[in-house]
């Protein structure tokens, strides 16, 4: 899982999350609180999620992050 505080206004980016720290196994990425599909990829520095659409909540934005 992954919190991202507030209300994102640009695409995340989580670099503890990069091919560079061994993440490769990445499928799938949730976001609690919505059935919105997200777009992802991963690159060498971080895991980059493309900016929801809607966020369900204004506090925090919460990710669920499934391997392969």
Excluded: H, R
């Excluded at 560079?20 to 999620?49: A, C, D, F, R």
């Amino acid at each position: 899982y992954a919190t991202v505080m507030g209300v994102p206004i640009e695409d995340i980016s989580l670099k503890s999350f990069g091919k560079n720290k061994g993440n490769t196994k990445i499928k799938k990425i949730e976001m609690l609180g919505s059935n919105e599909k997200l777009s992802w990829k991963l690159t060498p520095e971080s895991l980059v999620i493309t900016k929801p659409k809607s966020i369900p909540n204004n506090i925090a934005v919460v990710f669920k992050i499934k391997e392969k």
